[in-house]
């Protein structure tokens, strides 16, 4: 018969579970530190021991890491995805820049679409409050705080689609957009006008959303990276002018 006897799981092997599925869900993130080892293991019911034991099998298998007198860390695996040689061509290559976002609306307007049927409603309400805090930043004169709020708007969608490979990969490609590797998010809001069509993109993709329609949702989605392309494509062209303009106006006044 193909039984086994039953074995008793030891609580290291518990703990380490646990932790493996809040880092696989996005709930611990990369670089977050873990409470204090007395704390932890008072929240999980397990002794310190147990504890070690599961930090020692999670840094193992480079899930955690350690730092002297800092503490334990959910380690940094995101980005490790491309290598530094690849990280490289795409920021020295426009043609990277818009095939990123053609992928980003692809996915995106998946996830959004998938955001709006699967969410929970405190899916849900993460997304709005995180729209209210970007409306409430429109109304500062620097762009700093909506800039980053719009990176954790869109991240809020893609963890209300609960799909852990769509969350991970673009978890990734949203940290190199952060390091700039693809463009610099401010300069889209450094235009009054265009900050306040970006806005009226995320009220509607937010409104979809919080209405459960999916076609409206990946629409909106669809909608607004349509626009993020134009405006990036403006703005390398009005750069490229102006640098031919500049080389003009030397050679007259060189004459």
């Known amino acids: 018969m193909p039984f086994l006897k039953v074995q008793p799981e030891k609580l290291s092997s518990s703990v380490v579970r646990q932790i493996e599925q809040l880092i696989l869900r996005g709930i611990l993130r990369p670089g977050e530190r873990l409470p204090p080892e007395r704390d932890l293991a008072e929240r999980l019911g397990v002794s310190r021991p147990s504890l070690r034991d599961a930090i020692a099998e999670l840094s193992d298998h480079g899930l955690l890491t350690s730092r002297a007198g800092s503490g334990v860390f959910v ?53 709005d409050t995180i729209y209210r805090k970007m409306e409430a930043a429109h109304q500062k004169r620097d762009p700093t705080d909506e800039a980053e709020l719009d990176a954790q708007f869109h991240m809020a969608i893609i963890e209300a689609s609960h799909n852990v ?91």
Do not use: C, W
């Open 75 to 127: 380690a940094e695996v995101l980005g490790s995805a491309f290598s530094p040689a690849l990280i490289q061509l795409f920021a020295s290559h426009d043609e990277a820049v818009f095939d990123y976002i053609a992928f980003r609306r692809d996915m995106e307007a998946l996830t959004a679409e998938r955001a709006a049927r699967f969410g929970s409603d405190t899916d849900l309400k993460v997304v």
């Open 165 to 255: 490979i769509m969350l991970h990969m673009m978890r990734s490609m949203f940290d190199l957009l952060r390091q700039g590797v693809f463009y610099n998010r401010q300069m889209l809001f450094k235009n009054r006008l265009t900050r306040d069509h970006l806005l009226d993109q995320h009220r509607t993709m937010n409104a979809a959303v919080q209405a459960r329609d999916p076609a409206a949702a990946r629409a909106a989605v669809e909608a607004h990276l349509d626009y993020v392309i134009q405006s990036l494509q403006d703005q390398l062209r009005a750069e490229r002018n102006e640098a031919i303009a500049r080389q003009r106006f030397e050679h007259e006044q060189s004459r």
